[in-house]
Every structure is written in structure tokens, then in C-alpha cells.
């Protein structure tokens, strides 16, 4: 079938599930686009794994999703994006690829002088591209903890377990003096660990995510482009899964529902 551009589909990428949390986003925001969404489940979690293997990992993941004729792709993927976007938007220069960017900025502008927590990955956390804007941050209260396990838990399906929530609160312990104004959830992951975490500290701090950003960057692109799909009716989700044993896939909404 002979698709116009515009209404091919944005792909989306992520180690895992977490992307998952940035596609609800993109469909908040373009409910008539179609979208490929690709979980490395395979080779989760990246967010310990040295930068050459990150790199390798992600380029394979943008380039399934551009053979199979997507028209943009979101690194749904905080650590993917630190270490590979930069060298894979050079590589796919006429490819719009849109990176996922943890929210300090807005948490800091609502609160300049409260506290604020971010959660990521030790990857982000150590990138320079963090330690460049936690430096830009100077006189601000942030506090950055890596928190890799709780990928695993999400991964899982286990964020809201009792092993998850004892795994939070030893992370959380030294801080336990401090309230948290804000809490920057600097990996995509952890949107679905919201409950547990706010269980572990005691309270809820409003939670700051780059997924709403990231989609309305796209979106913007897109315009730019004249590429917005000009369909009115819901777009379809095609999942793909790659896991040890092969690759799943399935046409989870269909254009006419
Ligand atoms: N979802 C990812 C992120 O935003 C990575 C998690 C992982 O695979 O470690 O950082």
C-alpha cells in the first residue's frame, strides 16, 4: 500500500517499557498519528551498560524503525538519548529524531528556591551533558540519586511491590530530613513507579517528566514539515518487542476504532 508521507507512522524507541509513558504523551497531543513503537526488552536495562554498547543498541533500534518507513523517531529513552542522540541525529541526517531530556528546568522554575530531587539512571546521572546542566543549576537545591533497580522493577511489573518500595526508602533514607518540593523523573521508566516512590518518601512532591516536551517538540517539527498527519480518525499503534527468543509484533489499535 502506497502510504503519503504524512500519515506514515512516528516511531517510537525505548530499552524497555518505559517508552511507554512517552507514547501516552504523543498521543495526548496527536491522537490521528500512527506510531512503531520497539522495546529492546532484549537488552534491558542500558541505563549500566557502557556508551559503545548504549550507541550500538539505540542505532539498531532507529534504524528498525526507519526500514519499517516511520517518518520521525522518539528516543523514548533518557539514557539512550545522553549517549546516542547527538551521533545518530549526524548519522540520520534527513531522519528527525527527538530525545527525551529530564524536566529540571520546569521543576526548577516552579520551585527556585525548594527542593528538588531527580531520579535516572547512573548513565544520565554521569553524562556531561547532566553534569553541564546541574552545574548551570549552581545555587539550586538538586539532589540527583540513580535509581537502576527501580527499571528493573517497572520492567517486571513489580513497581508497586514490597521489595520496590524497601528498595526506595534505603535510597531515600539519607535524605530523610529534606522535603521534596519536586521530583524530576529523569528516566521514562519511572513515571509508572509514581505511587511507590511518593510511599517511600512519605509524600507526594509534584513529579516533573520530559515526555509532554518531548512531544510537543515533535509536534513542532512535524508542522514545521508539513508532515502532521492530516487524518481524522484515531492512528494505530504497531508494537514490536524484542526479547531473547524473537521478535513480537502487534497491530495494537487499528484506524478505525
Ligand atoms: N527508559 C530508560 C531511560 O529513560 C532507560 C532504562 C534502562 O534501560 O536502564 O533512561
Known sequence: MFLLSYSKPIGVFDSGLGGISVLRALRVLMPSENFVYFADRRNAPYGSRPDIEIIHLTRNGIEYLRRLGCKAAVIACNTATSVAAEILRKEYSSFAIIGLEPAIKPAINKY??????????????????????????????VVALAA?????????????????LKYLSSLFAEYNCVRFDACVLGCTHFPFAKHTISCALGYSPEFFDGAQGA????????????????DNKNGYIFWNELYSNGLNRKLLYDKYN
Open 148 to 164: 537502576p533497580k527501580l527499571v528493573t522493577y517497572v520492567e517486571g511489573d513489580t513497581a508497586n511491590s514490597s521489595g520496590c
Open 215 to 230: 512531544a510537543h517538540h515533535l509536534r513542532d517539527v512535524l508542522a514545521s514539515e508539513n508532515m502532521l498527519n492530516k
Open 112 to 141: 527556585p528556591d525548594g527542593n528538588v530531587l531527580v531520579l535516572a539512571t547512573p548513565v544520565t546521572l554521569n553524562h556531561k551533558k547532566f553534569i553541564n546542566l546541574l552545574s548551570s543549576l549552581d545555587g539550586h537545591n
